[in-house]
């Protein structure tokens, strides 16, 4: 296999609250030798909020984040969903919109950039699963994850709309998603089949509809709990925020206790390939998964 | 197993008499599905070959009516328009055909759509005019000003996205997605006056476009590919556009996503709970918050919260600049 080479588009969360999701994916791309070029230019994609507010600036920022992953002339990878989503979002309406795109490039022309189309944009879930490939993750398994059962929780934006992520999360089915569960299974872990994989946390509600919020998380908590999962597993930093921040005050709403350990995804893939506790980062996380680590 | 192939198999099909069932049960009927035939034909043969009593809605068997919306395995579909192959493969020959709704079942497939009308209602869904009773000529648009609907018109008010909402199924009083849509398309024509009421009535806490989830459970349902969740985006510019956006949370909430961006250029992640809850509203997250410094999520090792904890992206000048010439909305 050539060497495989990203863009990182590393997004906010993993460079404040979650610090582990970073270092685990970086400990995971050289365990796996994945030459990453991380995009110290890039800002916040917006994470749909942004878009709510003024989305003709939400496309000029991200694509001058894409910008610098054209100029090293790689796929920008991202490790956050909703990253994903907002970028894709951009590259799609400006590669479909000639008219949008000149009115970006005007704007982008100020600080000297111009965003062409030149680069892909992937989820490092996909980026392992179909560059790198299953096969040859389990051949680096040093660590196989078979006492545990693991429910793959796929958060939204990696999964729907399907059309637009079609070319970069390999035709999953957002119905009957598959990626995670193939990759637990070549971890050697016990993929838990339930309702929720496929749900909603609430993340993005959070702070104006918390009601709501707490419902979406708890009933995918309750559904990965009562199916007898030993942890959660996703690839989206802000689902992990809200299923595992928030375990106390979902448990009050759902009128029962909830404790899981909720894992981003390279935090799984990172364990079974034998890296080292501080990689892994087990100790950030506010509901106990220190107990996963075992040396 | 191909596609082309006829085959045997079981569907199963929810059944459920409000009149005279305490629970629903499930039941199984065999049958030869063709490579043609949709899953409105399953329905019908259930009903015309196994149980007559089986009940559903169907009318146009065109995809325009929205009378055969269902569920199969979760998934919503316009019976009349999806193949039921398709779904075989999908779902592994072990499909389920569900009402929208299991808690507004009436009878097996058919269900209580109230609220589904009732909220459709409340955006005004119609243009808004005074019209000269004797007009001397057209009410015209031009291409551009229809196009800006975005398909929305094209909404046959099937009930798949509503019905596939997780907010709505979490907060009942939520308009939900068809709603919006239809706000949407009366509120950007340009032969209706009601815009304004609209946007203040979309832009309510607890009930308008703020309570969206961002799922885009409704993009993936709609059988007619309307997109509505990206109406509803343009219902929330909208509101900023036409300075009817009140200063709330939610509000602040997506304008206050620039504060950390022109200062580092990341979203400053502890700021933007202060600035949209403001500091009376910050007791709700302290819990969380000690929780959270405990773990080292939020952390003092780079700099102080709230004060200069956030690194700073690389030419952050450039994303300063591209704001102060960009933006085109404010609160």
């Not at chain 1, 916040?44 to 984040?65: I, K, M, P, T, Y």
């Not at chain 1, 119905?175 to 016990?190: C, F, K, M, N, W």
């Not at chain 2, 609907?149 to 997605?177: F, K, R, T, V, W």
């Amino acid at each position: 296999m050539s060497k495989l080479k990203y863009a990182l588009f590393t997004g906010c969360t993993a460079k404040q609250s979650t610090p582990e999701l970073l270092s685990s994916t970086l400990a995971v791309a050289e365990k796996l030798g994945i030459e990453i070029t991380i995009l110290e230019e890039a800002s916040c994609c917006g994470a749909s909020h942004l878009q709510d507010f003024d989305e003709f600036l939400a496309h000029v920022l991200n694509a001058r984040n894409i910008c610098y992953a054209e100029k090293h002339g790689l796929t920008m990878i991202t490790i956050c969903n909703t990253c994903q989503l907002n970028s894709q979002m951009t590259k799609h309406a400006l590669d479909t919109n000639p008219d949008l795109k000149a009115r970006v490039n005007e704007k982008l022309a100020e600080v000297g950039l111009e965003y062409k189309g030149t680069s892909e944009i992937k989820h490092f879930l996909y980026a392992l699963i179909d560059d790198y490939g299953l096969d040859a993750i389990k051949d680096k398994v040093v660590t196989p994850l078979s006492q545990f059962n693991i429910a793959p929780f796929y958060g939204c934006h990696n999964i729907r709309p399907s059309e637009l992520h079609e070319h970069s999360n390999g035709g999953e089915n957002p119905y009957v998603p598959t990626s995670l569960d193939r990759l637990i299974d070549a971890l050697e872990g016990h993929p838990v089949d339930y309702e929720s994989k496929n749900k909603c946390c609430g993340f993005h509600v959070e702070l104006q509809a918390n009601h709501t919020s707490e419902i979406l998380a708890g009933n995918a908590l309750v559904d990965a709990i009562d199916n007898n999962a030993d942890m959660v597993v996703t690839p989206c930093p802000l689902c992990h925020l809200k299923m595992d921040t928030y375990q106390d005050s979902v448990g009050k709403v759902m009128g029962r206790d909830i404790e899981i350990p909720v894992l981003h995804m390279p935090q799984m893939v990172a364990l079974a390939l034998g890296a080292t506790e501080a990689e892994i980062g087990l100790k950030f996380h506010v509901s106990k998964a220190k107990h996963l680590y075992t040396a | 197993m191909q596609n082309n192939e006829t085959r045997k198999v079981t569907i199963k099909a929810f059944r459920f008499n409000a009149e005279t069932d305490y629970l629903p049960y499930t039941k199984q009927y065999e049958m030869e599905v063709g490579k043609d035939d949709l899953i409105l034909d399953l329905m019908n043969r259930i009903k015309w070959e196994h149980d007559g009593s089986f009940s559903y809605r169907r009318s146009c068997r065109h995809g325009i009516c929205g009378a055969c919306g269902i569920k199969v395995n979760g998934k919503p579909v316009l019976a009349c328009k999806q193949n039921a192959i398709e779904l075989l493969d999908l779902f592994d020959n072990d499909i389920t055909l569900e009402p929208q709704s299991k808690k507004r079942a009436i009878k097996d497939m058919i269900i209580d759509k109230g609220d589904f009308w009732q909220k459709h209602a409340d955006v005004l869904p119609y243009v808004v005019a005074d019209v000269d009773a004797h007009p001397t000529h057209e009410t015209k648009q031009s291409i551009a000003q229809f196009n800006a609907m975005l398909d929305s018109d094209l909404c046959i008010q099937c009930g798949s996205c509503h019905y596939a909402c997780p907010s709505l199924e979490a907060n009942p009083d939520y308009l939900g997605p068809a709603a919006l849509t239809a706000a949407y398309r009366f509120t950007i024509d340009t032969r209706d006056e009601a815009g304004k009421e609209r946007l203040e009535l979309t832009s309510k806490p607890g009930f308008g476009v703020w309570d969206c989830v961002k799922c885009f459970e409704c993009a993936q349902a709609c059988p007619k590919e309307i997109n509505p969740i990206e109406k509803i985006t343009k219902l929330h510019n909208m509101q900023f556009e036409q300075g009817i956006a009140e200063r709330n949370v939610a509000t602040k909430h997506a304008e206050g996503f620039l504060r950390g961006m022109k200062k580092t250029g990341y979203l400053d992640e502890a700021d933007i709970v202060l600035y949209s809850e403001g500091i009376l509203g910050m007791h709700k997250h302290l819990k969380t918050a000690m929780k959270m410094m405990k773990s080292g999520k939020i952390h003092w090792h780079s700099g102080v919260p709230f004060i200069n904890s956030i690194p700073e992206i690389k030419n952050l000048s450039e994303v300063q600049k591209l704001i102060e010439i960009s933006q085109t909305n404010k609160l």
